[in-house]
């Protein structure tokens, strides 16, 4: 179980969440939707504390952090049991996939070379890129640079994986290998929370959907529920806008 407690997060005089609550159950798919500046992204980072949250406590497991008293060795710890995927691929640009997959198994948890690069090959092969394993990034499709951002989120087996727009700075090509990968995770039971635009893929893999406004939770339930029985009149809005009746 994963718990987030009453949420803050301020930038300067702005006010960006509110109070969130939610918990996360192992092997669940939460996908946050809602309008862009609603605090869906802050969120996430906060989540593994690349925000630190003015206020609030984050459980994972027996973990529990509290914005207020949290201490470094308590925020690595965070770091280890969530995985992060940007939406901007994030990878090191002078390392090959293989080597930007392997390298939080070698900084993170002390793995030696040899294990870590034979992992990495392994989950390379996973993904569909075990041919690309010794080319670098600026050789690599926009889909398939943010497979190896996946997959090394996945090197590092955490509790949960935030994925933070995951397809947005994609062309529409590369998009559907993208969600195909997310697809399969939630097949494996892997703990995700996806904010995304990408309303088909939250129907289809969402076991629940989040709406989100001006830093709250408004609504949120079954696929079913959000798309065809949206209660407050701000989601009704948002999915009109959408293109969603």
Not at 49 to 64: A, F, M, V, Y
Not at 217 to 243: A, C, H, M, W, Y
């Amino acid at each position: 179980m994963i718990t987030l407690n009453n949420i803050h997060k301020r930038f300067g005089d702005s006010e960006i969440l509110k109070g969130i609550d939610l918990s996360i159950n192992k092997g669940e798919i939460i996908v946050i939707i809602g309008s862009s500046g609603t605090g869906k992204s802050t969120l996430l980072r906060c989540v593994n504390w690349l925000e630190t949250p003015n206020k609030g406590i984050i459980e994972i497991d027996d973990l529990n952090v509290d914005a207020q008293t949290a201490t470094k060795k308590q925020i690595l710890a965070l770091r280890r049991k969530t995985g992060f995927v940007f939406q901007n691929y994030a990878l090191f640009s002078h390392m090959t996939a293989k080597q930007n997959i392997a390298e939080g198994l070698i900084t993170v948890k002390g793995w030696r070379k040899d294990e870590a690069y034979k992992t990495a090959q392994s989950i390379l092969n996973d993904i569909g890129l075990g041919d690309k394993a010794d080319h670098y990034p600026a050789a690599l499709s926009g889909g398939q640079q943010q497979r190896v951002g996946i997959g090394r989120a996945m090197a590092l087996k955490p509790e949960l994986l935030l994925f933070d727009e995951p397809t947005s700075a994609l062309d529409p090509e590369w998009v559907g290998e993208v969600l195909n990968l997310m697809k399969k995770l939630a097949q494996d039971h892997q703990t995700m929370l996806v904010v995304t635009h990408e309303m088909q893929f939250a129907r289809e893999v969402a076991d629940r959907v989040i709406f989100m406004a001006e830093g709250n939770i408004v609504e949120q339930g079954s696929p079913q529920d959000i798309f065809t029985n949206p209660q407050d009149p701000r989601l009704k809005r948002f999915l009109n806008q959408v293109g969603i009746d």
